[in-house]
């Protein structure tokens, strides 16, 4: 549990820092100056990108700090004393990390900072874009953030007459000199504050806001300081509304048709759906052809593939549903909103959730901040989540959906290939604890999977390339001819635009869905999908999740193609087809010498391992995967030495 300092410029945010955690014997980090290390000087950023894209870098920096991600020399890991910058608690993705951290907030008075405004000036101290106004815009600018300031703190102190030290003993005081059985966010009556939305709960209890609805509750979600809007200051504040108060129902006609339609078909019904699992079909939208690839079990479902795919969604949700929660990451706030609009109508609640990008997102009081969400819609088990963004978010959901009242409907629309390929599809849900990657969670299959190419077109190519790995992880363990494909059409293989990219989409879901029809809970056969994952997700977690999870999934398969080879099991014909083609792509292939006993150690925390003895999924043949089960640790060190570098 980190100390974390808010509040307004000129506060002294960054010097009462430094000596509260002298005090302490923590570690302390301005993630200001995080966000310089990075990416260079702050008004540098936004003189060239501006402060929305400043806002996106200062929220994941945020999250990587008090999560201990990428600690170095100016990164300190999660439970020391972290400053934040004026605006950063307003972004409703920073309040959802800041749970269950204690937040203190240290304000001054308008006449203490202008002398300390004027003594930074004086010794041409760093710029601070915001206030290039001066003490006007300071002003304003605290009143417009001083009540989401105090509804986040559990200590409050002002500055403006005391000394750093006199400063440092109210703050210690407040906090019981470190005590941290109050839970942050806790009102004397035992309630939670949620971005300004009070709900009763027991104590210990996380109270974090978010970006709820189409609105922002409070000014959680406000950066420039404007004036909310009507519908803006509609929130979500009981329990007991049935109808939405954050915007207009009906689509606008430059969107998708996502009003909610006629049902499909129940599968489970007498005479249903007799398609087996990995069955593809086609159905034409005025977008183009859209893969519809069956997933077969007890809770049947189909996973849409193809430009036009989101024009489909209306016909996943059925007629019982009153409430949607939309959950996304912040690169998809515009996206999400076209869904909310789409979805809302005279007798249905849409509502979004923003939370943290990537896996800072898969964190238990993140999920925990959902939960709060949920109770305060009133969501009941007829009601739909939809995971919108990466894996990570598509995980997230379904998680949360798989323990609200033991189970309610998930939807998951991914937007990245490994979302597509993999995470989204086979109902594998699930957050990371300190001790490994997906070790808490829940099988809870999705009603329906909606992947539409269309939205890679702004994916960065480097995430694009890794998420990757699992298109060709299915081709490794299954269908020859997305190798093939890839071999072939090196270009257009991960052209979002291209056929032959669909191709090899729609053939790895093909695949993972003919799998996961068969052995939901991964007693059997499905133990193949984490083919390259054992070392992965043991690099993942030394890499403290900085590395993209295809990244470290490639270097796994190679690390298990030398696996095969040396047991007689892969020629090397086979072999040279692992590197041929990963390296193709520019996935990595390789990882550190020196990084072994760390990486046996998490692998033998793996979910797959039986006892002390691990399993790792081989190649008997490209196309033919088996388990290695308890290989000698000579053999293991010896096929490492083959990867490291």
């Known amino acids: 549990m980190s100390i974390v300092l808010i509040g307004p410029p000129g506060a002294g945010k960054s010097s009462v820092g430094r000596a509260l955690a002298a005090r302490l014997g923590r570690a302390f980090v301005d993630t200001d100056e995080v966000i310089t290390a990075r990416h260079g000087a702050i008004p540098e950023i936004f003189a060239r990108d501006g402060e929305d894209a400043f806002r996106r870098l200062e929220a994941q920096a945020v999250a990587d700090v008090l999560a201990g991600v990428g600690a170095d020399e100016t990164e300190a890991p999660g439970g020391d004393v972290v400053s934040l910058g004026g605006g950063a608690p307003l972004q409703s993705a920073v309040q959802a990390v800041l749970a269950g951290h204690r937040i203190v907030l240290l304000d001054v008075a308008d006449d203490t900072?202008?002398?300390?405004?004027?003594?930074?000036?004086a010794a041409d101290a760093v710029e601070r874009p915001l206030l290039?106004?001066?003490?006007?815009?300071?002003?304003?600018?605290?009143?417009e953030r001083i009540d989401t300031y105090r509804r986040l703190?559990?200590?409050?102190v002002d500055t403006s007459a005391l000394t750093v030290d006199e400063v440092v003993d109210r703050v210690v005081d407040a906090l019981g000199a470190g005590d941290e059985g109050t839970a942050a966010?806790?009102?004397?009556?035992?309630?939670?504050v949620v971005s300004g939305v009070v709900s009763a709960g027991a104590s210990g209890a996380s109270a974090f806001g978010g970006r709820v609805g189409g609105d922002r509750a409070g000014d959680g979600g406000r950066t420039d300081g404007s004036d909310p809007t009507d519908s803006e200051e509609q929130a979500m504040t009981t329990a007991d509304q049935n109808q939405n108060v954050t915007g207009q129902g009906g689509a606008p006609t430059s969107q998708p048709d996502l009003q909610k339609g006629s049902p499909a078909a129940d599968p489970t019904a007498p005479g249903g759906d007799q398609?087996?699992?990995g069955d593809v079909s086609i159905r034409r939208t005025d977008e183009g052809d859209v893969r519809v690839v069956h997933v077969a079990g007890d809770r049947p479902y189909d996973v849409f593939v193809g430009?036009?795919?989101f024009d489909l969604i209306g016909e996943a949700i059925d007629d019982r549903?009153?409430?949607i929660l939309i959950v996304h990451q912040p690169s998809c706030t515009k996206l999400a909103e076209e869904l909310r609009e789409g979805l809302s109508t005279g007798v249905v609640t849409a509502m979004t959730a923003e939370v943290p990008d990537a896996e800072a997102a898969k964190r238990i009081e993140v999920a925990s901040f959902l939960w709060q969400l949920l109770g305060q819609a009133d969501f009941t088990r007829t009601d739909l989540i939809i995971g919108l963004g990466g894996g990570a978010v598509t995980d997230l959901a379904g998680f949360v959906a798989a323990t609200w009242l033991r189970g309610v409907k998930v939807l998951q629309i991914p937007t990245t290939v490994l979302g597509m390929a993999d995470a989204a599809v086979g109902g594998k849900t699930g957050v990371?604890?300190?001790?490994?990657k997906n070790l808490v969670g829940a099988f809870h299959p999705p009603v329906a999977v909606f992947a539409d190419p269309r939205v890679l077109a702004t994916l960065p190519r480097n995430e694009l390339l890794t998420g990757y790995a699992e298109v060709i992880k299915c081709g490794f363990i299954g269908d020859n001819t997305i190798l093939d494909l890839i071999e072939q059409h090196h270009d257009a293989a991960v052209d979002p635009h291209s056929p032959v990219f669909l191709d090899a989409l729609s053939q790895a879901v093909a695949l993972k869905a003919e799998v996961v029809s068969a052995d939901l809970r991964e007693s059997g056969r499905r133990e193949i999908l984490n083919y390259g994952h054992t070392l992965g997700h043991a690099i993942e977690y030394a890499e403290r999740y900085q590395w993209r999870h295809g990244a470290a999934v490639s270097v796994g398969m190679a690390f298990a193609a030398h696996l095969a080879n040396l047991t007689g099991h892969l020629d090397d014909a086979g072999l040279d087809r692992h590197y041929r083609v990963l390296q193709s792509l520019g996935l990595p292939t390789t990882y550190r010498r020196g990084a072994w006993d760390q990486l046996l150690a998490v692998m033998h925390r793996d979910k797959k391992t039986r006892g002390d003895v691990l399993r790792f999924i081989i190649l008997d043949g490209i196309g033919h995967p088996i388990v290695l089960t308890g290989p000698e640790p000579d053999l293991l060190f010896t096929a490492y030495q083959e990867i490291a570098e």
């Not at 001066?134 to 009143?143: A, P």
């Not at 703190?153 to 409050?156: I, L």
């Not at 806790?186 to 939670?192: D, F, V």
């Open 275 to 277: 398609r087996a699992g």
């Open 113 to 121: 900072v202008a002398r300390r405004l004027a003594a930074d000036r």
């Open 132 to 143: 290039a106004g001066g003490l006007d815009t300071w002003c304003r600018l605290h009143d």
């Open 307 to 309: 430009p036009g795919a």
């Open 432 to 436: 990371n604890t300190a001790e490994g």
């Open 321 to 323: 549903v009153r409430r």
């Open 153 to 156: 703190a559990d200590v409050a």
């Open 185 to 192: 966010g806790e009102t004397a009556a035992g309630e939670r």
